[in-house]
């Protein structure tokens, strides 16, 4: 066989390998990169068969006709590798259309001027034989558009060129060798296109092509070209400090890193990537079919597994990979370690027993208040005032002692009387069954039960209640509010003074006032009734004003489980008015009197 011949071969060789290279691709086809992968192997075999074609023809006019297959790929070729390296670097996302449409103007002016070149010769000026040797049988006398051909060939090399480098910087080992394998691929047939512009008469640059096909191929099944873009491995590493494991489409791992590598030692037994994660993690079938099942749809569930002595949690995060086309090209497998939450979860759930437990014990406790506490002082409160009424009436030197007991008697049960109902209304043992009654009715009834503490202080008691006024309340609440509230008014009015309540309708709503003309409430002692909190602990003192008035907690949850609210006006001087609100009864006419039930 003669040069001609052999060189032949070695292009079609060249166009076998690249028609490889584009079936490979037409398998992925649903990347965009395979799909423009594609295009350049097809473009490369166009411009290797026509140049074979060329250099077996045995006159112009076939030589002119191999020159136009070949100008079905020569002016595409470099531009579409550009097209591809801005698909396989994420550049341009949102302007890529109209960018392609912008690329893909001067190949096609070329292609339609070399059609036409027969009318204004402006890609080949003229064809000279070649008087010393047959290879090539003629010499191509180029024109100005090859000119400007060539030299936008050179600038779309650059620019991919320049695509390249701040990526290569960025990128993992397994994807630096993807993007050398592509840059070897353009690269072998510049250079040998390099030797033709050096003075050699044969065009060397399909030749180059045949180490394109050969380096691609390589890259295929070595790096895998064509299985992810570098945009999906940068994700991998966004979560550095959870367990990242990246797979392809076909569910293999082709990447993961070192904190999926200590959480999953297995990983690291495989010889070579891709492996199916069927095998690498032949230890947790349950997660290996999870993955399987969900298919490119995002995923979020829990998974453990023991490690050395201890059983470890996560919880993981299956993501669908998609390129800047929207094609699904991979899934991302996170593992967030929750081991230290699951163990304080544990703890927490450890502590609640104990604090129901504690619970338990407290309402026992509370049992036993009202039960062996509450009785005998009621008990103590009646001897110490029929022992009080005896002495008073005998005029002897004791009865101002038994006084004393009597009313320290009085107050202790009313302090325990007061927190049991506080403690039945906080632990939800208090039913509310709101009924309507007649609010002056049930503020005469409060009166006449108090009655007997103001004439002991000589205090006046007034009402000013409107008898059509209806309120919707519970009862008991109802008689514990107004008993609180005349209780404190009595206490802190001095002799002969004055206690008055009054109601009133604003709206949906009743106000009712108890106010007293006794020496008001200093600016520190208002502050601490203010507060929100369960018990409230006046400053210090000889009279019954530094107490404790646990009795207004109480009233104020009531007025609260009525849906109203409870304040209070006061100053050094000049009484103290307590103010409540209670919803107005929807049927006033049929409210039950004070004394039903």
Same mark, same amino acid.
């Given at each position: 066989? /003669? ?82 390296? %801005? ?42 034989? /070649? ?58 047939? #510049? ?19 045949? #180490? ?45 890193? &070192? ?103 407290? =309402? ?7 039960? =062996?506490?509450?009785?005998? %002082? ?55 069954? &709101? ?35 209806? #309120? ?11 008993? /609180? ?30 106010? =007293? ?74 409210? /039950? ?5």
């Amino acid at each position: 066989m /003669n040069v001609k011949q052999w060189m032949s071969i070695m292009l079609i060789l060249a166009a076998a390998l690249m028609l490889l290279i584009a079936w490979l691709s037409y398998r992925k086809r649903h990347l965009a990169v395979a799909r423009t992968m594609i295009l350049v192997m097809l473009s490369g075999t166009f411009y290797a068969v026509g140049y074979a074609l060329e250099v077996l023809s045995r006159n112009l006019f076939e030589m002119k006709l191999s020159l136009q297959v070949e100008y079905l790929g020569i002016p595409f070729v470099t531009t579409l590798w550009l097209f591809l390296v %801005i698909q396989f670097t994420g550049s341009a996302a949102r302007t890529r259309r109209l960018l392609a449409y912008a690329l893909f103007v001067v190949p096609f002016a070329i292609f339609f001027l070399h059609l036409t070149n027969e009318w204004h010769h402006l890609v080949y000026e003229s064809y000279v034989p /070649n008087e010393t040797s047959s290879l090539p049988l003629y010499t191509t006398v180029k024109g100005p558009a090859y000119a400007v051909h060539s030299a936008y060939n050179y600038f779309v090399l650059i620019c991919g060129l320049w695509l390249f480098v701040p990526m290569y910087r960025k990128a993992l080992p397994a994807m630096r060798k993807q993007i050398v394998v592509l840059v070897l691929g353009i690269v072998m047939p #510049v250079l040998f296109n390099l030797i033709f512009w050096s003075g050699w008469q044969v065009d060397m640059t399909p030749f180059g092509f045949v #180490v394109t096909g050969f380096v691609y191929v390589w890259g295929i099944y070595r790096f895998n070209l064509l299985r992810l873009t570098p945009l999906a491995q940068a994700k991998v590493f966004d979560t550095i400090r959870d367990g990242v494991i990246l797979l392809d489409y076909e569910d293999r791992i082709v990447g993961y890193n &070192p904190a999926a590598e200590a959480q999953f030692p297995e990983l690291s037994h495989a010889q070579r990537q891709p492996v199916p994660i069927g095998d690498a993690l032949a230890a947790y079938p349950e997660l290996v079919e999870r993955v399987r099942v969900t298919g490119g749809k995002d995923d979020k569930f829990p998974f453990q597994r023991l490690g050395g002595m201890q059983r470890k949690h996560y919880s993981c995060t299956l993501s669908g990979i998609i390129d800047t086309d929207g094609n699904a090209i991979g899934k991302l497998l996170t593992f967030n370690d929750i081991t230290e939450l699951k163990e304080t979860e544990e703890q927490l759930r450890e502590n609640a027993r104990q604090l129901s437990e504690l619970n338990a014990f407290k =309402d026992k406790l509370f049992t036993v208040v009202a039960h =062996d506490i509450r009785d005998p %002082i009621a008990l103590m409160v009646s001897l110490t005032e029929l022992l009080s009424e005896e002495q008073v009436a005998a005029d002897t030197e004791y009865s101002a002692l038994l006084q004393e007991v009597r009313d320290q008697a009085r107050s202790t049960f009313s302090l325990v009387d007061n927190l049991l109902n506080w403690y039945r209304g906080q632990s939800g043992h208090i039913v509310f069954r &709101p009924l309507d009654w007649n609010a002056k009715q049930v503020v005469r009834q409060a009166l006449a039960l108090a009655g007997a503490r103001a004439e002991m202080k000589r205090i006046h008691l007034e009402e000013h209640v409107d008898a059509a006024l209806a #309120v919707s309340a519970d009862k008991e609440m109802f008689d514990l509010i107004l008993r /609180n509230l005349l209780s404190n008014a009595i206490k802190y009015t001095g002799v002969g003074g004055e206690v008055e309540v009054r109601a009133s309708r604003e709206g949906d709503r009743a106000v009712l006032c108890i106010s =007293d003309n006794g020496p008001g409430i200093d600016a520190e002692t208002t502050e601490l009734l203010r507060q929100e909190e369960p018990f409230l602990k006046l400053a210090s003192g000889k009279d019954e004003a530094s107490k404790t008035r646990f009795g207004l907690v109480l009233t104020r949850e009531f007025v609260r489980i009525h849906g109203g609210r409870l304040w209070f006006e006061s100053g050094p001087v000049g009484g103290t008015r307590f103010y409540f609100t209670l919803p107005i009864s929807r049927d006033g006419k049929n409210a /039950n009197g004070g004394d039903e039930r």
